[in-house]
């Protein structure tokens, strides 16, 4: 998560950025000692759920409104591979991932025929599909009850400790996250977020718009797919709550209570709605709908640029001497809550 | 042909709610281009509205359909005053993530308050069947489908056959030009929020007799409903109508001939229509 920090800090003395690099990664190393170590694992696979989510709004400009169809029916599908196959738990995730990726191009194809609020409708719709297929197609999927049992299996190794599998399972986030930020920083990443501010001179410029949208949204669901497939192995089960609508939802949250755009601000924002529902469930407070719906009112209405979009503002106000931000930079543009001025998903108004 | 007959019959009484439904989410966004997630969480609170009232104030179904409806017109607009105009300024999507907190935190309430099994509503007006020649038909489902029909088409001469129509109108589409001619739009939009979830509290009462009543009602229908406003074109009211009838009863043929594809034909239908005419049935193709 500090690999954002370290570019936004691109300018300053080197070891600043390896510092927080390093302080990232060792945070990353001890959460299983400070955490319940099953709800450390759990905010590594929601918090590479929201970074891909990210990727598609707050780098593309596409609010998806459907990505529990990507990371449900992953956490389906690798819930079947490791249920039947016997294979590592990594072929497992791995194939859940390929399957998001394959659901997601026709989506995908169909959905970025609109923009706006109409991508959102049209990938909920989807969405909702997967989940009516999920509950009828029982024999596969076992409808209401789920996949039940889903083995964390690793020749060589017993992973049935969740504080090791959190280990086992720290390396696919890493390498998802690092694909994620290597996308956003390429020459690909450049010409969706220049999709997302102006798309018709883009394509003037001879890019067709709609192949780079629907080759991010599959990215991203493949991403989202990772998390899922390592979410279902961490809890044995995959359900319909993976591919319900407020699982979309809740990945939405996540991602705007961290920031819009700021990539790391997503885990941070995963952490603590996670942390933040197993503190109530630990209270004996069950309404989880209530306090998503109620940080989406709160966060939209006072609270736009998130977490993260906070903190580099402030960072920013203290350190008035620091290099102006790279133009392509584009944690911040989308972020300006309340402007006008700017691009991206804050200001398009119409 | 009889069974044919029924089930189309069948279709068009579902139809009848999406076409309500849609109906207030078109005229909403028309006027304010912002999608209400809550539309469903809405329904359901009229359709406990009319439970409420029966089991806690004995008010019977006439005059549920009267308060309810009233009421939440008011609810609407106190929430339009005190949240959804903040963001009208931004990118409708941030209107559409505030609605969608908005239904979380509806649905959840009312099942903590009630819990989520269904609420039975036995003050249906009439019960009984009429004959409709080839079969006969329950009552109630005919009279929904008829107060569906007359609705629609009364909101439909509101606005193309009076002055508050043309006004509401033309702020829809030439909002400045509507402005420069001394005309107050903004007046409009509250009240017109209003309107449209009066419309959905109506359809929710409506629903309350033959329907399951519980927390998670809305939230089914909506996104049907959504998939019908994307085959529609969500900026025509009239798309917006026609569609909701036409997929009701296309829906239930589906129930009839491959019950398999019972839940998901709405959405291959919209993937259909996506594929041919991305801009929906009746919509006209806009970068929104």
Same mark, same amino acid.
């Given at each position: 998560m500090i690999l954002a920090l370290v570019h936004r800090l691109a300018g300053r003395p080197a070891w600043i950025r390896w510092g927080l690099l390093a302080a990232g990664l060792f945070l990353a190393a001890v959460l299983p000692w400070v955490l319940y170590p099953p709800v450390a694992t759990d905010i590594l696979c929601w918090g590479l759920f929201a970074v891909a989510f990210d990727l598609l709004l707050?780098? $593309?400009?596409l609010l998806s409104f459907g990505h529990a169809a990507f990371w449900g029916g992953s956490a389906y599908v690798t819930g079947l591979i490791a249920l039947h196959s016997g294979l590592p738990f990594y072929a497992a995730v791995l194939g859940g991932a390929v399957a998001a990726a394959l659901l997601a191009l026709p989506i995908g194809y169909l959905a970025v025929r609109r923009s706006g609020i109409y991508f959102a409708m049209i990938t909920l719709a989807f969405a909702q599909m997967v989940y009516f297929v999920a509950n009828q197609w029982?024999?596969?999927?076992?409808?209401?009850?789920?996949?039940?049992?889903i083995p964390r299996t690793l020749p060589? $190794?017993?992973?049935?400790?969740a504080f090791t599998f959190y280990y086992a399972a720290l390396p696919v986030v890493l390498l998802g996250l690092a694909a994620a930020h290597r996308i956003v920083r390429s020459p690909f990443g450049r010409v969706t977020a220049a999709i997302r501010d102006n798309p018709d001179r883009v394509r003037a410029l001879g890019y067709s718009a709609d192949r780079y949208k629907l080759t991010v949204f599959t990215a991203s669901a493949f991403l989202s797919g990772l998390a899922g497939g390592l979410f279902a192995v961490n809890h044995g089960f995959a359900s319909l709550q993976e591919v319900d609508w407020t699982t979309s939802g809740k990945v939405v949250v996540m991602t705007v209570l961290g920031g819009i755009g700021t990539l790391w601000g997503s885990l941070v924002g995963a952490a603590a709605i996670v942390r933040l529902e197993d503190w109530l469930s630990t209270a004996g407070f069950e309404q989880t709908d209530l306090v998503t719906g109620g940080v989406f009112i709160v966060v939209v209405l006072l609270?736009?640029?998130g977490l993260w979009g906070t903190a580099t503002h402030l960072l920013r106000l203290r350190a008035p001497?620091?290099?102006?931000?790279?133009?392509? $930079?584009? $944690?911040?543009s989308p972020a300006h809550a309340g402007g006008g001025g700017g691009r991206g998903f804050t200001a398009r108004a119409k | 042909m009889t069974s044919f007959l029924q089930q189309l019959f069948n279709g068009l009484v579902s139809g009848s709610f999406y076409a309500l439904l849609a109906l207030g989410l078109a005229v909403i966004f028309g006027m304010l281009r912002v999608v209400n997630f809550a539309h469903g969480a809405l329904y359901m609170l009229g359709a406990f509205g009319a439970v409420v009232l029966g089991d806690d104030a004995g008010l019977g179904f006439w005059w549920a359909l009267l308060l309810v409806p009233a009421a939440l017109a008011v609810a609407g607009m106190a929430m339009e005053r005190l949240l959804v105009q903040r963001l009208t300024a931004l990118d409708p999507l941030y209107n559409f993530l505030l609605t969608f907190g908005i239904a979380l935190v509806c649905q959840d309430l009312l099942r903590m308050k009630y819990g989520s099994h269904s609420r039975p509503y036995d003050r249906a007006p009439f019960g009984g069947t009429v004959d409709l020649g080839l079969f006969d038909y329950p009552r109630y489902q005919v009279f929904v489908l008829a107060v569906s029909v007359v609705v629609c088409v009364a909101v439909w001469l509101l606005l193309t056959r009076t002055r508050i129509g043309t006004v509401v109108r033309a702020s829809t589409e030439r909002p400045e030009l509507t402005r420069a001619f001394g005309i107050d739009t903004r007046r409009w939009v509250t009240p017109v929020f209003g309107f449209g979830v009066a419309l959905a509290g109506l359809a929710g009462v409506l629903a309350a007799p033959m329907r399951a009543v519980n927390s998670d009602m809305g939230a089914d229908l909506i996104i049907t409903v959504f998939a019908v406003v994307v085959i529609g074109g969500l900026g025509s009211v009239f798309g917006s109508v026609v569609a909701g009838f036409a997929i009701g009863m296309i829906q239930a043929l589906g129930n009839l001939y491959v019950p398999v594809l019972s839940q998901t034909s709405v959405y291959l239908l919209m993937a259909v229509v996506l594929l041919v005419r991305p801009a929906g049935l009746f919509g006209k193709e806009e970068h929104a």
């Open positions: 707050g780098h $593309a400009g029982s024999a596969v999927t076992g409808g209401e009850n789920g996949l039940q049992g060589g $190794a017993d992973l049935s400790d609270f736009r640029q001497s620091a290099p102006p931000e790279e133009p392509e $930079a584009d $944690a911040e | -």
